[in-house]
Nanobody, 122 residues
Framework: QVQLVESGGGLVQPGDSLTLSCATS????????IGWFRQAPGKEREGVSW????????WYSDSVKGRFTISRDNAQNTVFLQMNNLKPEDTAVYYC???????????????WGQGTQVTVSS
């Protein structure tokens, strides 16, 4: 059974940094991809970044490329999202999700965390 628990959200000012964590269990490193999605009030959910458990291949959306970094610690079964130079438009609930590559890339992963709020405001 796949379980995901996010942590690390909070209220920060523009330009600040924040690191989100996703503690996982039940993930199959051969087949699963772990990703971060976000949803702002009144907006559709969007994919932010994902990483393959097997080889560390990563992807970023254009809106966060160069500012966010995804990484994994296989020993701790944890995936991190380092967010630098945060902007007000990064404000959203951030969700960790896991599934096969196809399911995650098309935006319909079956396994989700509970979400963590990130608010960027001066």
């Amino acid at each position: 059974q796949v379980q995901l628990v996010e942590s690390g959200g909070g209220l920060v000012q523009p330009g600040d940094s924040l690191t989100l964590s996703c503690a996982t269990s039940g993930v199959d490193s051969k087949y699963h991809v772990i990703g971060w999605f976000r949803q702002a009030p009144g907006k559709e959910r969007e994919g932010v970044s994902w990483i393959k458990s097997s080889d560390g291949t990563a992807w970023y959306s254009d809106s966060v490329k160069g500012r966010f970094t995804i990484s994994r610690d296989n020993a701790q079964n944890t995936v991190f999202l380092q967010m630098n130079n945060l902007k007000p438009e990064d404000t959203a609930v951030y969700y960790c999700a896991v599934d096969t590559f196809t399911m995650l890339v098309i935006g319909t992963p079956r396994y989700w965390g509970q979400g963590t709020q990130v608010t960027v405001s001066s």
